[in-house]
Structure formats: structure tokens, C-alpha cells
């Protein structure tokens, strides 16, 4: 059992910056990997980077590496995900996710917060 809540979200300009929060609670909440997926309106939702509490390896999707980065701070038990250089096209419902296994596949994630909107404005 976790429960995520996500914030940070809301308008900037492109080429902006822009650092989304993940909040999680629950026990055992070391066992698992957290995520970060975005879906924007009529497109499929997609993997954007996921960390491992225990550890912390970490996997960008192609698409942001070296714009995005994931990172956690155990003590606040807070994921964040830092964006920059944002692009229009980075527009879409950003949403941390939490799972056991550790996967780009959004299906395998079994645990959701309630997604917080990134808009990129051009």
C-alpha cells in the first residue's frame, strides 16, 4: 500500500525550468521503484525517467536525457523530477508512479498519484 501525491506543476515558458514533486507514504516504501510517466491529450502515456529508493540507479527516457533528472531525498520520502530547456512539446499530465519491478512499462506500475499538468508555453 502507497499513496502518492505529486505537485509543481502549472505554466512556464519554453526553455524554462521547472522541478515536479512526488510525496510518498507507506510501509516498506524501500522495496520500491518510483517513476515518472506524462501523458499528453490523445497520445499514449509514456515513460519519463524512475528511480530506485534503495540505491538510487536511475533511467531517463531518450527523449529528456539531459534536460530532465530524477532524484530522491529518503528523508522527506520525496521524489523529484527537475526539468529544464522545457519545450512545448513537454506539455502533457505528469504523474509519479510506484511499483516493485523495475520497468519503462507504465502496465507494470501499480501504484499512481492523482498527475499534476505541465504546460510549455512557445
Known amino acids: 500500500q502507497v499513496q502518492l501525491v505529486e505537485s509543481g506543476g502549472g505554466l512556464v515558458q519554453a526553455g524554462g525550468s521547472l522541478t515536479l514533486s512526488c510525496a510518498a507514504s507507506?510501509?516498506?516504501?524501500?522495496?520500491?521503484?518510483m517513476g515518472w510517466f506524462r501523458q499528453a491529450p490523445g497520445k499514449e502515456r509514456e515513460f519519463v525517467a524512475s528511480?530506485?529508493?534503495?540505491?538510487?540507479?536511475?533511467n531517463h527516457a531518450d527523449s529528456v536525457k539531459g534536460r530532465f533528472t530524477i532524484s530522491r531525498d529518503i528523508a522527506k520520502s520525496t521524489v523529484y523530477l527537475q526539468m529544464n530547456s522545457l519545450k512545448p512539446e513537454d506539455t502533457a499530465v505528469y504523474s509519479c508512479?510506484?511499483?516493485?519491478?523495475?520497468?519503462?512499462?507504465?502496465?507494470?506500475?501499480?501504484?499512481w498519484g492523482q498527475g499534476t499538468q505541465v504546460t510549455v508555453s512557445s
Open positions: 507507506g510501509r516498506t516504501l524501500m522495496s520500491y521503484v
Open positions: 528511480i530506485n529508493w534503495s540505491g538510487g540507479r536511475t
Open positions: 508512479a510506484a511499483d516493485t519491478r523495475w520497468t519503462t512499462n507504465w502496465k507494470s506500475y501499480g501504484y
